[in-house]
């Protein structure tokens, strides 16, 4: 936790698929006083639907919340991924942490 | 030039999709396939292995070993993909949050196919390396 900004970061790397769904899951989970949490899956270097089904299961937890969630995705095949899943607005991706930061510092008001 | 093919048979389990994932790209890669057509089909793959694997012992009961297969047979410029398995298929409405699979498999394949009858085939068919522009 960034403790200025109060910014949770939750980080995976790898291959993100079905083996790993438990593993996923357990990873997305809320830090008390988290204002923000950023996602950086920018050494995930393979995803399928079992990552996509854990972003939104979370992303509505924080929805939910009224916190925000950024997340850095690097791999083009994760990017094509959410594309052809029909999910490119459902989620906010950036490319790298520093941008990724940003909005989020912007959402939290610090 | 004749065909080339990759046939693979594993359990049906979680545990064999990423083995199985990485081979037919390896497959992809010696047939000249790179890029965007190398991630998508291997994306598509996945998510049919993962299909498989996740439900094939919804019936484990009357069939306590089921396995996977994947047959991939490229000739003349096409490849065609089918992974079978013994289990049942289960609608996406039956599977909140699981239905993206078909999904991006519609968007990557050429064409795709379902069979149900016995467990679940799905055959994806994908324009080679040699006829992109």
Same mark, same amino acid.
């Given at each position: ?110 | ?44 793959? /996945? ?29 003349? /410029? ?8 013994? /289990? ?46």
């Amino acid at each position: 936790m960034n403790e200025d900004a109060m910014i949770q970061t939750i980080r995976l790397a790898g291959e993100l698929d079905l083996s790993r769904k438990r593993e996923i899951r357990d990873a997305f989970a809320f830090s008390n006083g988290a204002r923000a949490v950023l996602l950086d899956l920018s050494e995930v270097v393979y995803a399928d639907s079992t990552a996509l089904t854990e972003l939104l299961r979370f992303c509505a937890m924080a929805q939910g919340a009224n916190t925000p969630i950024a997340i850095v995705i690097a791999a083009p095949q994760f990017l094509r991924l959410v594309q052809y899943a029909g999910l490119a607005t459902a989620f906010k991706v950036f490319p790298d942490r520093g941008e990724a930061l940003q909005y989020l510092s912007e959402c939290a008001g610090t | 030039m004749g065909a080339s093919e990759l046939r693979l048979c594993r359990p049906a389990q979680t545990r064999s999709v990423a083995p199985i994932r990485r081979a037919l790209r390896t497959f992809l890669e010696a047939l000249a396939f790179d890029g965007a057509a190398l991630d998508d089909i291997t994306t598509a793959a /996945g998510e049919a292995l993962a299909n498989a694997a996740e439900h094939a012992y919804a019936q484990e009961t009357k069939h306590p070993r089921r396995d996977v297969e994947l047959l991939a047979r490229f000739e003349r /410029g096409e490849l065609s993909l089918e992974i079978s398995d013994g /289990g049942c298929f289960i609608e996406r409405s039956a599977l909140p949050g699981r239905g993206f699979g078909l999904r991006i498999i519609r968007a990557i394949a050429h064409q795709m196919q379902i069979e149900t009858s016995h467990g679940t085939r799905i055959r994806m068919l994908f324009p080679g390396p040699l006829l992109k522009s």
